[in-house]
């Protein structure tokens, strides 16, 4: 189904400014928001803020037409006085376009000047190649609402949600996130703004707190190394299996058992792995099945405790699969394991899980931080990142990102995962829960619950109503119900007339699910409004004892979390205080700029972020009946349009929960595609060598057979013809990235596309760089089929430190019909491909930021985003250019919104690396460009359209700077064993130790250009980190 949302749309704008007197002067304007395309007209050309537009000739009406409301308003001149537009006089003056975009007019001048351009039109047109430019506008709104518009407009659309009391469980709970953690890390810029901590020197902050996290979770478990996040539950038990068909790595084992009392979400992201995955899915009754003559199972996964509620003993499982040399899986609870027995105590080999129910939202199905703990003999075949310990030069502890070489940006199809972007931001908010609750404090909150579900079979069973698990107790939170001879649907159907979800378990059950923010007073409740459909009509008067303690063979009996971390902190003084500390040691954009070349790390808007902590977007459970639900299906169904209008496709599914999980969604819907059409053998997919690590990782894991391109001097058109010919009986798909990852638009993408589908092929077009085309041109103009969009990227959503990320996919209609779909709940784009990710539309909490950047910003804005992300760009390389040599530009020495630095000419004279380079840049403030990634011995520097031209100045001073430093290395001035560069970075420890023994001076250290004094200095809290250390001697946890 495609995106076809603009009456909604209309109506829900037109009832939110009805009666609203500081902006209903400008609801005509925004009433035509889903139809503007029309109302402009084909030939529309932005203004620009600061230099002539030359608009193409056209006979249509602009979107500065006065409308026949403010002709009959405005004043006659007499006397020479000026005639007043009344609507633009009365329109909002909190419009975000000028808030957002960093260059003021005059600096645009100035840069276009500097770049050698007439004016900013000039610069695009040099840039972008004709073919592919766009000349009609997107179907975007018109970003005159303002901030406070835009936010009246969403909480006029979500308010059509209805907060009910859930009790569905499934995965996901109701939780109490503590002030002080959603006021001080998740509202933060210091926290949401920063990057994945590559950078270890000025990421201790977010590295100490995900040690927190690595030791929690181990500590729950009981298991020895656990990683830094994954994207949810389901997705972690596909890396599960995936990792354990890695270990045992033999092709005669290939089948993975599946309990059908797993939740039946992640059951069906299981499904849609294996089926490229060369695994055979076998799903059952974990009890009655006979594991002794299942020599093929290379593993099995179970749910601790199951979907139904049931707390079960593994152990029997655990030696049956280990006698066949086939590993155990648990998918446990991590709230239940702070009372229950650890899955490590009954065999497991792997745990995962999710983390949300520590103090993360619901967020109508995410983002929450997902785990996968295990023996630390596996630890160099898990995905994702893990954190680890090493030593600074000063030989001080520090934290840094552990064994890098398992993962995709190094490894690339060999890769361990295609995981990228992970749950930074909730991990460290799941961690922090720990830290305020301390270990007792958790205990109380898991007796509560469970004394909760308790309370609730007790009071069941004197209704006389069967509850399975009564007799022994064995369960946590969950209590299934027998509702016979009543339709279980027709039970949750009249709860639901209250405000009151449960869960049809199956043909006789009803389950309920309960978690901290449930009161004594809302199990009664349940319980009456169950009366009042007519259960219990035969009283038996027995009870259970409600005492929160959990049965004596399940219950937790050895300590766990004794770290003093999480038992030290008592007062919120004290919590803040620890925060804020660790904020301290990291560089955000709350700093200075961030120009990580492919990253695109621009301003995250407080208004834009605002929503995600309104109860309307936090509180929704993802299984919430659709009835409940119309306000977050409106909001996600006009952000689908806009995406679709932005990359110039019919359809979009944001299900995707990050960048490559988008990769790998597309993958499968052009895998898909084929299989209908009879041509399911097609399997090659030709990447060229300088895509993202992620592409041939996620190609592997669909199961394509790669073909590598050199395209390091671009792409020779008669080698790609000939290799798609060569292949053209087998090709599947080209995966390109545009602009190229070498960081200029190429005039014969529209050739490349064309020669693909001329081969049988489909385009996959990595929406890595889509920051360069919003408005000026699109993956449907330039030939492509299927792209992802890193919404953490190119709209505005934060990084958040490594993650959450969004990475829906938008595709042409013949591939719409293949989108992922979900069981449970259907979303709307849904087609015939099974989930990629455990809730139907994925990290929904987060989508509202995206909706708001498109709503504030409107047509233009969003257009000129693109286009000042290209000037700031082209602007920081003439600078730069005198100084540094500059790589890959186009025939106009034109580049797109980012730009590559060749150091190897300076590694070759002086022996000075780009990571000398690097660290040394954290001397000045400013967090590195992305290093040595596409070309060798390079950097890639971007911008973002959000800087202004003194922060850019600031910058490029720095990069000119340091090459003077680097010129005292070549000439003598300073050895090369001991300069400012390599001993970059430095402390303020060192700097101020009574001692000083290098040939440069303290100053030239710490205070090397004047404005470092005047703006503040940000002080790297260790010296460079060792990372071979930290890889040969493992440091994963905190010691008890």
Known sequence: MLSRVAPAVEATTTAALRGVPAIRAVAASVAHAAGQTQRHGGGWRPQVLGCSVRPKATTATTATSSSPASEAFATPPAGGAQVVNVQELLSPTDTFHNRHLGPSPRDVDEMCRIIGVRDLEDLIEQTIPAEVRRDIPLDLPDGKLGEAGSLTLIKAILSKNVIAKNFIGMGYHGTHVPGTILRNLLENPGWYTAYTPYQAEISQGRLESLVNFQTLVCELTGMEVANASLLDEGTAAAEAMAMIARTVNSKA?????????????????????????????????????????????????????????????????????????????????????????????????????????????????????????????????????????????????????????????????????????????????????????????????????????????????????????????????????????????????????????????????????????????????????????????????????????????????????????????????????????????????????????????????????????????????????????????????????????????????????????????????????????????????????????????????????????????????????????????????????????????????????????????????????????????????????????????????????????????????????????????????????GPVSAAPWGQAGIACIPWMFCTMLGVRGVTDSARYAILNANYAKARLAPHYTICATNAKDKCSHEFIIDCSDIRRKTGIVEEDIAKRLQDYGFHAPTMSWPVPHSLMVEPTESENKGELDRFCDAMIAIREEIRKIENGTWPLEDNPLKNAPHTQTEVCASVWTHPYTREDAAFPVPWLLKRGKFWPSVARVDNSLGDRKLKLCHES
Not at 298 to 303: D, S, T
Not at 626 to 638: C, D, H, I, V
Not at 688 to 693: E, N
């Open 253 to 833: 084992k290939n089948q993975f058992f599946v309990s059908d009392k797993v939740h039946p979400q992640s059951i069906d992201v299981l499904r849609t792995r294996a089926q490229h995955f060369g695994m055979e899915l076998i799903v059952g009754d974990h009890n009655s099945n006979d594991f002794a003559s299942m020599t093929k199972l290379c593993g099995a996964l179970v749910q601790y405790p199951d979907t139904s509620g049931l707390l079960q003993d593994f152990s029997g499982l655990g030696q049956a699969l280990h006698k066949n040399g086939a590993h155990l899986v648990v998918a446990a609870d991590p709230l239940a394991l702070v009372v229950a027995k650890p899955p490590s105590e009954f065999g497991a080999d792997v745990v995962v899980g999710s983390m949300q129910r520590f103090g993360v939202p619901m967020w109508f199905g995410g983002p929450s931080a997902a785990y996968l703990a295990t023996a630390k003999k596996q630890v160099r075949r898990m995905p994702g990142r893990i954190i680890g310990e090493s030593v600074d030069r000063l030989g001080n502890p520090a934290y840094r990102l552990t064994l890098q070489t398992r993962e995709q940006h190094i490894r690339l199809d060999k890769a361990t995962s295609n995981v990228c972007t992970a749950q930074v931001l909730l991990a460290n908010m799941a961690a922090m829960y720990a830290v305020y609750h301390r270990t007792d404090g958790l205990k109380q909150i898991a007796k509560r619950v469970h004394g909760l579900a308790q309370l609730f079979a007790s009071e069941l069973m004197k209704l006389g109503v069967p509850v399975p698990a009564s007799g022994t107790g064995a369960f946590f939170d969950t209590v299934a119900f027998d509702v016979s001879p009543a339709s279980p649907a027709a039970v949750v159907e009249r709860l639901q007339e209250q405000r009151l979800n449960c869960r049809v378990l199956d043909a006789t059950r009803v389950a309920a699910s309960f978690d901290e923010t449930h009161l004594e007073a809302d199990v009664h409740g349940l319980v009456a409004a169950l009366r009042a459909t007519g259960l219990g009509s035969s009283p038996s008067g027995a009870a259970t004892a409600v005492d929160g303690c959990m049965p004596a063979e399940f219950a937790r009996t050895k300590p766990f979390l004794q770290q003093q971390i999480f038992n030290s902190i008592y007062s919120e003084t004290e919590m803040m205080r620890y925060m804020h500390t660790l904020q301290l040691k990291d560089l955000g954009l709350d700093k200075s700029m961030i120009s990580l070349g492919s990253c695109t790390m621009k301003l995250n808007s407080v208004s834009s972020l605002a929503p995600c902590s309104w109860p309307e977007i936090t509180n929704m459970h993802p299984f919430a009946p659709e009835s409940q639900t119309a306000g977050y299906r409106e909001m996600l169904e006009s952000l689908e349009k806009y995406l679709v209008s932005c990359t110039g496709f019919d359809a979009c599914s944001l299900q995707p929960t990050s960048g490559a999980s988008g990769e790998y969604a597309g993958l499968l819907v052009i895998r898909k595609y084929l299989e209908t059409k009879g041509e399911g053998h097609r399997n090659v997919c030709i990447i060229p060598r300088s895509a993202h690590g992620t592409n041939p990782a996620s190609a592997a894991m669909c199961d394509m057979q790669i073909k590598w391109i050199d395209d390091s001097k671009g792409m020779d058109l008669e080698e790609f013809r000939k290799m798609c010919q060569d292949s053209k009986d087998s090709l599947a798909a080209l995966m390109v990235t545009y602009p190229s990852t070498r960081a200029f638009f190429e005039d014969n993408i529209q050739e490349i596309c064309q020669i693909v589908h001329d081969n049988g092929g489909q385009v996959y077009m990595d929406g890595a760089n889509m920051n360069a085309q919003l408005g000026l041109t699109s993956p449907g103009m330039i030939g492509a089929d299927v792209c992802h969009l890193n919404l953490h990227k190119t709209f505005s959503i934060p990084h958040g430190g490594g993650g959450p990320g969004l990475g829906p996919i938008c595709v042409r209609a013949h591939l719409a019909p293949h989108l992922p779909n979900h069981r449970v709940v259907s979303p709307s784009s849904g087609g015939d491909l």
